[in-house]
Every structure is written in structure tokens, then in C-alpha cells.
């Protein structure tokens, strides 16, 4: 394999020159140079492309491809060939839409497996509208990736960001070397780059945003930040921790023990899967076992006897510092909403009112 590839970099460079040095001065002379590179030194470059480069993805199978399109269609015929998508989508402007033709050629996409837009090549809103259109129209999938290569900074630099943002894989095109006597990248020479999401470094501070929301008790709210992360980071593992104590604790606010119960069994789970043994998991493990035995004995409809719960020393014990708990709680969001200064004052209007109150 390694002598093949060889002789199809060297046999791509004497084409090269040869392309080169071909007149392009009439309209028939650049149709024939034209011809020329696109069988003699851009189809072999493909096929050195595919067979060097696949290996790449091969841990990813890439169901849909966004690619931007600029006056260069070359590097986006290479990703489409080693990622091989069941769907494409195109952002071109009215200048390159009509490339399209030969990358369609070359890779013979079928209609069916096409979307296209054409956006002006300044404008980055459009281009993250569209982006987030195909994403949904594809069902959110984790299996998309985009090429940035091609195209205006303004969609190159729109496409990578709105990637990062929806976890969708980022790849770049990329020569190693460049010819100066051409005046271009060197033909043989092109590379898959994947680019890592820079949405590792975003989580940081969705993190501490996170922190700030359990430190005013709003575990609804934390939750769904936790939700987003779990589904862009590399890494979930930390955040699916935090994510089902998120959970437990909205549930055990509202005194829905079952679901509470089970949501910070799942969190238990999920560290000792880790292997992670401290004095928080300890602690964990015993609040699981108090939560399910509590709920185990709640009444499941009105009516229902109270008298087994009552009768459980322990189960009293949790329902009552639970409840506690929660008043606390309660009194320290209202505070957070409303400072006590202001607090009194609405009492005393209400006072004033005529209504029984004491403060």
C-alpha cells in the first residue's frame, strides 16, 4: 500500500507540471487545461485522499454533511468522498451556486440526498439560521458533521461556531505543502482535519452558571443547563452525575419521594460505576436508602392509612426533617426574590388594607 501511494503522489506532481505548463489563453485552450486537471491530477488526488485519510472517521459514520461552497468545490468533492453521507447541505452565494454542478458530477449525490440554500456571503445570522433549520429538519442527530473549508470567513466562521454550539463534528481541509512556483497548495498534499469543539471550553462557564443556580436552590433550572452540557462535552460523565442530583432534588422539593428516589439511585449508580468512594458517596448511598423506604411507605391515594408510615420511627424522622428542609429552602429563594426590607413593607401595606397580619 505504501509503494502505490507513492507512485500516485509522484505520478500527481508530473501531472501537475504538466497542467501547469498547458496554454490557457482561449476559451478551448482552459476547457482542455480544465479537462486535464480535473482527470489527470484532481480525480488521482481524490483516490490518494480517500484511501490515506478515511481511516479517520472511521469511529464516526456521518449521516448528514454541511459544507460551505466557495470558488473552491475541490476540497468539499474530498470530504463528501471519505465521509460518504446519506444527506448534504449546500451554502452557497449567487456567485458559486453553479459549482455545484461539478461537485455533483463527481461524487453523483442524488437529488434526494441534496439541500441547498444560497445566503450572501457577509451575513452570519442567515448562515446560523440555516444551519440550525438542516439540523432540525435532520432530526438533531449526534451523527453530522461540517465542513469549513470552503467559503467567505463570515460562513466559514458562522458554520463553525453554530457547529460547536449544536455538537456537531467540525472538519477542515488542509494542504501540508505548498508549491510556490504553482502559487498554490501543492496537488497529493491534502489532509482531514477534525477540529476539536471549543464547547469543552464554553461548559466552564455554563459550569459556573450551574453552581449559581443550585446555590439559589433553582434545581429545575440547573437541570436543564446540565441537560445541554451532557449532550455537547466529550466528556458527560461529571455532568450526568450532577444532572440526575439535579433531578432527585427538584423532585424532593416537591415531595414526589418515588421519582426523587429513584433519580438519586441513578446518581449513586453512576459514581460507583466510576469507582469514586468518598464521604459524599457514603452519604449519598444512605439518603438513597432513607428516601426509598420512605416512599415506600407514603400513602399512594387520599384515603389511603397513614398509620404504617407513623409507626416507622425512621421514616418519621426523614418525612420531618424533609419537610423542614424544604421550609428553609423556601424561606431563602423568597428572601433572594425579595430582600426583608421589602418583605415588611409589602406587610405593612397589606396592614393598612385592614388585613390580620403580623410581621
Not at 454542478?101 to 444560497?118: C, G
Not at 461548559?203 to 443556580?213: C, N, P, S
Not at 449508580?269 to 469514586?276: E, G, M
Not at 413593607?345 to 388585613?355: I, P, T
Request: glycine share 6%.
Amino acid at each position: 500500500m505504501d509503494d502505490y501511494l507513492k507512485d500516485l503522489e509522484r505520478q500527481i506532481a508530473v501531472n501537475a507540471r504538466e497542467w501547469e505548463a498547458l496554454p490557457k489563453i482561449t476559451s478551448e485552450e482552459i476547457a482542455q487545461a480544465k479537462y486535464f486537471y480535473k482527470e489527470k491530477v484532481f480525480l488521482p488526488s481524490r483516490e490518494l485522499f480517500k484511501t490515506r485519510e478515511t481511516h479517520k472517521i472511521y469511529n464516526y459514520e456521518v449521516y448528514g454533511l454541511i459544507l460551505t461552497l466557495g470558488f473552491s468545490w475541490e476540497p468539499l468533492v474530498l470530504t463528501i468522498s471519505v465521509c460518504q453521507p446519506e444527506r448534504v447541505f449546500f451554502l452557497c452565494t449567487p456567485e458559486t451556486e453553479h459549482l455545484l454542478d461539478e461537485i455533483i458530477d463527481i461524487t453523483r449525490l442524488k437529488f434526494s440526498q441534496i439541500d441547498k440554500e444560497t445566503v450572501r456571503g457577509i451575513d452570519s445570522l442567515p448562515i446560523y439560521q440555516q444551519v440550525l433549520k438542516v439540523w432540525d429538519k435532520w432530526g438533531r442527530r449526534k451523527d453530522l458533521a461540517a465542513d469549513i473549508t470552503g467559503g467567505t470567513k463570515a460562513m466559514t466562521g458562522a458554520l463553525s461556531m453554530a457547529g460547536a454550539l449544536l455538537g456537531i463534528k467540525l472538519l477542515y481541509v488542509h494542504n501540508k505543502e505548498y508549491d510556490k512556483e504553482l502559487r498554490r497548495p501543492k496537488p497529493g498534499t491534502e489532509c482531514l482535519e477534525k477540529i476539536h469543539n471549543p464547547y469543552t471550553v464554553f461548559g466552564v462557564l455554563q459550569e459556573r452558571e450551574i453552581e449559581e443556580l443550585f446555590r439559589r436552590k433553582d434545581y429545575h433550572g440547573a437541570g436543564r443547563s446540565l441537560a445541554q452540557l451532557v449532550e455537547k462535552v466529550p466528556d458527560p460523565r461529571k455532568f450526568e452525575v450532577t444532572l440526575y442530583l439535579s433531578r432527585a432534588y427538584e423532585e424532593w422539593d416537591g415531595l414526589n419521594l418515588v421519582d426523587a428516589a429513584k433519580n438519586l439511585e441513578t446518581a449513586y449508580q453512576l459514581l460507583a460505576r466510576a469507582c469514586l468512594s468518598s464521604e459524599e458517596t457514603e452519604l449519598l448511598e444512605a439518603q438513597v436508602e432513607k428516601l426509598k423506604h420512605l416512599a415506600g411507605l407514603m400513602p399512594l391515594k387520599p384515603g389511603n392509612s397513614t398509620l404504617p408510615l407513623l409507626q416507622d420511627g425512621n421514616a418519621v424522622e426523614t418525612l420531618v426533617f424533609t419537610v423542614y428542609q424544604n421550609a428553609i429552602r423556601m424561606e431563602e429563594r423568597v428572601n433572594m426574590i425579595m430582600p426583608p426590607s421589602i418583605f415588611t413593607g409589602s406587610w405593612k401595606y397589606l396592614n393598612r388594607e385592614g388585613l390580620q397580619c403580623t410581621a
